[in-house]
């Protein structure tokens, strides 16, 4: 085995050899030197993005900033053309493996529009979301166990639904589906949460709500939010990384402020800082 080679570390996992030194050996994910082209179209240019555990992450951008195939990437639904997605440092390589392979290793996507499954109880949504995940789907013997049934009882608490979990999902208000969402990834134990747009279409008790919950989520998980709304993001991110994508690449990442500041930034997506003058 040359030196370029892998070498196991432990079942199920590699230790890349001719990854980059330096890297923080507790990254949580590592997208490492991405590239991805449809039909001469690049979406994603030497894409790098490191997150730590427990962090919660924005992710903005213009439309076809490359953000949709940031995350098709990350979860093995696009093959990227060059370079990596590590998880735990670079322990575990993700490019070569299927998105069942990903999810099952810790990494949860929730999609734009909520896709719950309307005639079931919120409940019972939640159980289908972990027996699907624990590949028991098919049993028909399979009953909930203590601990199971503990999951999905802290996953109702932590989403505001208790009170709902008899109700058939299909009866819920917009924002309470996607609560619901959330929660069918929770009950799986993810390491990495990726919420794409979770605020649209949402009253604005709703917004406040989802950015309670996604609040609560950092630190026991890493969150990774998509988001066109600039007073959702600020609301959420606090302190933290913003990053800001455009044409496939990362274009500016600091705190909330700094990138709102960032001349790049306001030329490309944020408009004109109010009393700059016109050209």
């Known amino acids: 085995m040359t030196e370029a080679q892998t070498t196991t570390t432990a079942p199920g996992t590699t230790e890349h050899a001719d990854a980059r030194p330096g890297l923080n050996k507790q990254s949580i994910l590592w997208v490492d030197d991405i590239s991805v082209s449809f039909e001469g179209f690049k979406a994603l240019t030497n894409l790098t993005l490191v997150l730590d555990p427990g962090e919660l992450r924005c992710v903005i951008g213009p439309n076809g900033a490359g953000k949709t195939t940031m995350m098709d990437v990350i979860t093995g639904k696009t093959r ?37 499954f309307e005639n079931l109880t919120v409940f019972e949504n939640l159980e289908l979301a972990l027996k699907a995940h624990k590949g028991v789907f098919k049993s028909l013997v399979w009953k909930l166990q203590g601990e199971q049934k503990s999951r999905i009882e802290s996953a109702l608490e932590t989403i505001g639904l208790t009170e709902r979990r008899d109700s058939k999902s299909g009866l819920l208000a917009h924002g309470q589906k996607q609560w ?100």
């Open 80 to 116: 990227p053309d060059s370079g990596h997605v590590f998880m735990f440092g670079q322990t575990v390589e993700l490019t070569e493996r299927t998105e069942s392979e990903i999810a099952v290793l810790g990494i949860g996507r929730k999609f734009q529009r909520p896709t719950v």
């Open 180 to 279: 619901l969402e959330i929660g069918m990834l929770l009950v799986q134990d993810p390491k990495v949460l990726l919420v794409d747009e979770p605020v649209a279409g949402m009253t604005h008790r709703e917004m406040d709500k989802t950015a309670e919950l996604l609040r609560s989520l950092a630190g026991e998980h890493t969150v990774v939010v998509v988001e066109h709304d600039m007073d959702f993001v600020r609301d959420i991110s606090g302190g933290g990384q913003v990053t800001v994508l455009h044409q496939g690449r990362v274009l500016s990442e600091g705190t909330m402020d700094e990138v709102q500041n960032d001349p790049k930034v306001i030329e490309v997506y944020l408009g004109k800082p109010e009393g700059a003058e016109a050209e």
